[in-house]
């Protein structure tokens, strides 16, 4: 069965710090790994996408991993801001599916403090 | 580009009612696809329509159906509403089938927040 597991559940740090979320899958066939920020009451947003051969993928403040061998990606956010506060989900891609071939994360939760 | 569109953006209902939620993707893209989310379960898929057909659909029960007009558009409808359905209905479009080998990205509206009570 694919999943993906993504940690901390939630993670609250202090504004101007750096911080690194986690995703671990098992998808197979991969084809592609994306991170989303979703504020509270509003629909996620996309940050990076990454394919099989790519290992790191940045969006500003945002710089996405991908080890493919290790099935681990991780989502660094540098020099956080308030609007950082957010839920950030994880989406795995199975090759060749439609829609059901996505298989989400239940997200980190993350508050920045000022 | 007008991003894509969900109405209503709340919504009260009481058990056994039924509701009809709306979404209008993003101009030129043909995929629209469906997702609940919940605090404990996150983003679970429903079902996804393409060129006004149903291409893909989630484990969720009959009284949970759709459809895709052919604008794009695309409605979802819940019948005999329970306690348990209370949560934000997502709607994201795609210029193609989501989940393939593309590098697409899928855009989500807002959502429509519904409550049973």
């Known amino acids: 069965k694919n999943q993906v597991e993504q940690s901390p559940q939630s993670l609250i740090i202090l504004e101007g710090k750096n911080c690194t979320l986690q995703?671990?899958?098992?998808?197979?066939?991969?084809?592609?790994l994306r991170w989303y920020k979703q504020d509270t009451g509003r629909g996620p947003v996309s940050l990076t996408i990454?394919?099989?051969?790519?290992n790191t993928k940045s969006n500003g403040r945002y710089t996405a991993t991908l080890d493919a061998d290790t099935k681990q990606s991780s989502l660094h956010i540098t020099a956080s801001q308030l609007s950082d506060s957010a839920s950030y989900i994880c989406?795995?891609?199975?090759?060749?599916?439609?829609?059901?071939?996505?298989?989400f994360g239940k997200g980190t939760h993350l508050i920045i403090q000022p | 580009k007008a991003g894509v569109t969900q109405t209503p953006r709340y919504l009260i209902k009481t058990r056994g009612q039924q509701v009809t939620l709306s979404c209008s993707p993003i101009?030129?893209?043909?995929?629209v696809s469906w997702y609940q989310q919940t605090p404990g379960q996150g983003l679970q898929f429903l079902f996804e329509y393409f060129s006004e057909t149903q291409r893909n659909k989630g484990n969720f029960p009959g009284r949970f159906s759709g459809r895709q007009f052919s604008n794009s558009r695309s409605e979802m409808n819940v019948s005999t509403l329970e306690l348990g359905d209370s949560a934000l209905y997502l709607c994201a479009s795609f210029i193609g089938l989501a989940g393939g080998t593309g590098t697409d990205t899928q855009y989500f509206g807002p959502g429509t927040r519904l409550t049973v009570l």
């Open positions: 995703c671990n899958y098992t998808v197979s066939p991969f084809s592609n």
């Open positions: 990454m394919t099989f051969s790519e």
């Open positions: 989406v795995v891609s199975a090759k060749g599916g439609g829609a059901d071939g996505l298989t």
């Open positions: 101009s030129g893209h043909r995929s």
